[in-house]
């Protein structure tokens, strides 16, 4: 069965400071990773998708299958990305997003 | 595009109550999901529909029901509820086609069972 693994509930940095957010994932098949992000009491937002190799609000995440991860990282936090980060995984042929417990991103100033 | 609309916003049952909680959406998306969201707990798969009069049970679909008799809606229902159903409710969906695609949620429901 997929899993997704934060092993982190929260991580604590000064506005500046380097963000590793971690994911680690179980999947026999060939994974779809995503992570999404959720302000105070707001819905849950696509932040990136490994597919796309992007960049967003300077956040990237890499596909690593040797090691089974997918970390978030952003090399200088800012106080708007205080937030709740969730990693999910698609799977099956219905679509079904698996994800992490996720983790708190405060980001003091 | 509203996108995915779920009310009510917030509610209170009492024990033993049953309420429906209401999900839309305008994208034409077949497949759409419910999710519990519980601290430290993540986001738990409740139900999902591939497509109107499909529906499946996820990983935690104990004491919930959903139906699906439109491609815009999917409602969940609580019928007995009980205070293990306290909980924040999202309701998501999803287009079929092409895999880059994540899901899109809505803004959630607040529910508290006392």
């Known amino acids: 069965a997929q899993r997704v693994t934060q092993p982190e509930k929260l991580l604590s940095v000064f506005k500046g400071a380097p963000v590793e957010l971690k994911c680690n994932y179980s999947?026999?098949?060939?994974?779809?990773l995503f992570w999404y992000v959720q302000y105070s009491r707001q819905r849950l937002q696509l932040l990136l998708r490994?597919?796309s190799r992007e960049s967003i609000k300077g956040f990237t995440a890499d596909l690593n299958k040797g090691e089974t991860s997918f970390h978030l990282k952003k090399p200088f936090a800012q106080e708007e990305d205080s937030a709740m980060y969730y990693c999910?995984?698609?799977?099956?042929?219905?679509?079904?997003?698996?994800f992490g417990k996720g983790i708190t991103l405060s980001v003091r100033p | 595009n509203a996108g995915v609309t779920q009310t009510p916003k917030f509610r209170i049952l009492k024990i033993g109550q049953s309420m429906t909680l209401q999900c839309a959406q305008d994208?034409?998306?077949?497949?759409m999901y419910w999710y519990r969201q519980d601290p430290g707990m993540g986001l738990k798969l409740i139900y999902y529909?591939?497509?109107?009069?499909?529906?499946d049970k996820g990983e935690v679909p104990n004491g919930y029901n959903v139906s699906r008799s439109t491609t815009e809606d999917f409602p969940l229902r609580l019928e007995l509820a009980a205070p293990s159903q306290t909980s924040v409710y999202f309701c998501?969906?999803?287009?079929?086609?092409?895999?880059?695609?994540?899901?899109?949620f809505g803004s959630g429901t607040r529910l508290t069972v006392v």
């Open positions: 998501a969906s999803r287009i079929t086609l092409g895999t880059a695609d994540g899901y899109t």
């Open positions: 529909s591939v497509g109107a009069g499909i529906t």
């Open positions: 490994h597919i």
């Open positions: 999910a995984l698609l799977t099956g042929a219905n679509s079904k997003l698996t």
């Open positions: 994208m034409n998306h077949n497949y």
């Open positions: 999947y026999s098949g060939s994974p779809e």
